[in-house]
């Protein structure tokens, strides 16, 4: 009887339902979201990127000011890039892959300026790829409209764009002495009249450029600019800049020599036991020491520096050659 119930029921909910639709209508797929990025308030917090810092103030000349607050957008291959001026440049990929990639290559950071020009735009500390973070210099050229033009990546995780504005079409639209305040326009000047006279050299010169431009908000200090350094530690990052290279190779030969003094204080050689090898390296002597036949002490000058720390119990960690930064920002040829 429950059986024949539940059967009554089901024909009277199908009944009240009606017939049919002649066709159903099929579902829309969204093949790309209406905004992504740090810009669009309609995602959840958790789904917006996260920048890491606010953008530098907006400075330069007065007449792209306007293009603060804009966006503007290139779609290359399965990525969508957007350059938002003196904000950020994102990039999203456009695939329906649950875990497709969308990060920040960059948030504005300062100008690049040579010869009297604003040569490009830095967008610098975006996400962290492997040892460092995304960064992108965006060129300003001439075009009759204000559109993204081209975007590519020279080097891992440095990007170069090109971005086309009918605002620097003229001549002088990127010259940088005519949007200085008339006090920095003196000192200009000033620095120039001292060229001229010979009271400074042409590296005094481009110093005191720099510092002005820094004052005037163009260029950031080199403090500013030092590389923030990411998770991972020194040994998997190696060294970012060549004075970072020579400062901890001169803490590794004050180490090395304490420790020589902590040998000879108790009276344990320098030399390494016969037939053990150097750590990373095959059988053999060192590179740059003569062989040792029998019965022959080791010069002095030419003991080896890795078995020192055998004895004790250390490795000398090994300091990487300096990795090159390509598209480093700042005054470049003759200002």
Same mark, same amino acid.
């Given at each position: 009887?429950?059986?024949?119930?539940?059967?009554?029921?089901?024909?009277?909910?199908?009944?009240?339902?009606?017939?049919?639709?002649?066709?159903?209508?099929?579902?829309?797929?969204?093949?790309?979201?209406?905004?992504?990025?740090?810009?669009?308030?309609?995602?959840?917090?958790?789904?917006?990127?996260?920048?890491?810092?606010?953008?530098?103030?907006?400075?330069?000349?007065?007449?792209?000011?306007?293009?603060?607050?804009?966006?503007?957008?290139?779609?290359?291959?399965?990525?969508?890039?957007?350059?938002?001026?003196?904000?950020?440049?994102?990039?999203?990929?456009?695939?329906?892959?649950?875990?497709?990639?969308?990060?920040?290559?960059?948030?504005?950071?300062?100008?690049?300026?040579?010869?009297?020009?604003?040569?490009?735009?830095?967008?610098?500390?975006?996400?962290?790829?492997?040892?460092?973070?995304?960064?992108?210099?965006?060129?300003?050229?001439?075009?009759?409209?204000?559109?993204?033009?081209?975007?590519?990546?020279?080097?891992?995780?440095?990007?170069?764009? @090109?971005? &086309?504005? =009918?605002?620097?079409?003229? !001549?002088?639209? $990127?010259?940088?002495? #005519?949007?200085?305040?008339?006090?920095?326009?003196?000192?200009?000047?000033?620095?120039?009249?001292?060229?001229?006279?010979?009271?400074?050299?042409?590296?005094?010169?481009?110093?005191?450029?720099?510092?002005?431009?820094?004052?005037?908000?163009?260029?950031?200090?080199?403090?500013?600019?030092?590389?923030?350094?990411?998770?991972?530690?020194?040994?998997?990052?190696?060294?970012?800049?060549?004075?970072?290279?020579?400062?901890?190779?001169?803490?590794?030969?004050?180490?090395?020599?304490?420790?020589?003094?902590?040998?000879?204080?108790?009276?344990?050689?320098?030399?390494?036991? @016969?037939? &053990?090898? =150097?750590?990373?390296?095959? !059988?053999?002597? $060192?590179?740059?020491? #003569?062989?040792?036949?029998?019965?022959?002490?080791?010069?002095?000058?030419?003991?080896?520096?890795?078995?020192?720390?055998?004895?004790?119990?250390?490795?000398?960690?090994?300091?990487?050659?300096?990795?090159?930064?390509?598209?480093?920002?700042?005054?470049?040829?003759?200002?």
């Amino acid at each position: 009887m429950a059986a024949g119930l539940a059967r009554l029921l089901l024909l009277l909910g199908l009944s009240a339902r009606g017939p049919a639709p002649a066709g159903a209508a099929k579902m829309k797929v969204v093949e790309e979201p209406n905004t992504f990025g740090v810009n669009n308030p309609f995602l959840p917090q958790a789904s917006r990127l996260q920048a890491k810092r606010d953008p530098s103030p907006v400075s330069g000349p007065a007449h792209l000011f306007r293009l603060s607050g804009k966006c503007f957008s290139l779609v290359e291959s399965t990525y969508k890039y957007e350059f938002c001026p003196f904000h950020n440049v994102t990039q999203h990929e456009q695939t329906f892959r649950w875990n497709a990639y969308s990060g920040i290559l960059g948030i504005w950071h300062e100008w690049e300026i040579a010869n009297n020009t604003f040569t490009g735009m830095w967008m610098r500390d975006g996400d962290a790829c492997r040892s460092r973070s995304r960064q992108s210099k965006v060129e300003l050229a001439c075009g009759k409209s204000n559109r993204l033009a081209h975007v590519s990546e020279p080097s891992t995780c440095i990007y170069a764009l @090109t971005f &086309e504005t =009918p605002l620097v079409c003229h !001549p002088h639209a $990127l010259l940088v002495y #005519p949007t200085l305040p008339e006090a920095l326009q003196r000192r200009w000047d000033q620095v120039e009249q001292d060229l001229a006279d010979e009271l400074i050299t042409p590296q005094g010169h481009e110093k005191l450029l720099r510092t002005l431009f820094e004052d005037a908000g163009y260029l950031k200090t080199p403090e500013e600019n030092e590389p923030t350094q990411l998770e991972g530690g020194p040994d998997s990052l190696g060294f970012e800049t060549l004075e970072n290279c020579r400062k901890a190779h001169k803490e590794l030969s004050k180490e090395i020599k304490r420790l020589k003094g902590l040998l000879t204080q108790h009276g344990i050689p320098y030399r390494r036991p @016969t037939g &053990e090898s =150097p750590v990373g390296r095959g !059988p053999g002597p $060192l590179s740059h020491s #003569p062989p040792v036949g029998p019965g022959e002490d080791r010069p002095p000058g030419v003991l080896a520096e890795t078995s020192n720390l055998e004895h004790l119990g250390h490795k000398t960690p090994r300091a990487k050659p300096p990795e090159q930064l390509r598209g480093d920002p700042g005054l470049r040829g003759s200002l």
